[in-house]
C-alpha cells in the first residue's frame, strides 16, 4: 500500500498529497477494523497481479450515508500496473459488488480533470460524466476541481448484461 499511497507519481490525481509509512500503516489498520463493522459501510479490496498475486492496488467503495442505496468508489494503482486493463476491471469489480452484492441504486466517483486515464477508465465501465465539483480538492496549496462520475443501478444492468439475463427468466 505505501508504494501506492506513499508515491508522488501515484497520488498525482489522487484528493491527497503522498502519505507517509505511518500514515499508511494507520489506513490499513481502519480498513481492516471496517470489514468486520456491521453494518459494514466500507469496502477496500486488495488488486493483485494475475500471476504473481503481488499487490499493485486497491479499491474502495464507501456507502454514502446522505442518500438511501448510494455509494461512491475510488481506485489507485501503482505506476507500473497502469495501462493494462487492471483500473477497468477494478472499477468494474467494484460496480458489481455495490449493484449485485449491495443493492445499490448510484454509485459515483470524481477524478482530477487532468486524469485523462481515469476518465476513460469510468466510461469505459459505462459510467456518465455528470458535471464539475469546482474548488473540491485543496492539495499542494492550491483548490483543485473534480470531475463526477456515476451510474445507477438499471445502467450497470444493461452494462453488465444482466438485463438480459433478467428477460429471460420473465
Not at 467503495?61 to 487492471?86: C, E, K, S
Amino acid at each position: 500500500m505505501f508504494a501506492i499511497y506513499g508515491s508522488p507519481e501515484a497520488t498525482e490525481h489522487l484528493s491527497f498529497e503522498p502519505r507517509t509509512r505511518h500514515e499508511v500503516e494507520q489506513i490499513l489498520a481502519r480498513s481492516i477494523a471496517s470489514a468486520t463493522t456491521e453494518p459494514r459501510t466500507e469496502y477496500v479490496l486488495a488488486v493483485t497481479e494475475r500471476n504473481t498475486d503481488k499487490l499493485i492496488g486497491l479499491g474502495r467503495l464507501a456507502l454514502d450515508p446522505h442518500q438511501p442505496r448510494a455509494a461512491t468508489f475510488g481506485f489507485a494503482l501503482r505506476p507500473q500496473a497502469w495501462g493494462v486493463g487492471y483500473g477497468l476491471e477494478s472499477v468494474r469489480l467494484l460496480l458489481a459488488l455495490g449493484f449485485e452484492e449491495l443493492g445499490l441504486h448510484r454509485v459515483w466517483g470524481a477524478r482530477s480533470p487532468l486524469n485523462r486515464a481515469s476518465a476513460k477508465t469510468m466510461t469505459a465501465a459505462g459510467m456518465i460524466e455528470e458535471g464539475t465539483i469546482r474548488e473540491h480538492v485543496f492539495k499542494a496549496g492550491l483548490w483543485r476541481d473534480s470531475v463526477v462520475h456515476a451510474i445507477l443501478d438499471r445502467e450497470w444492468a444493461v452494462e453488465s448484461g444482466q438485463l438480459a439475463s433478467l428477460h429471460q427468466n420473465e
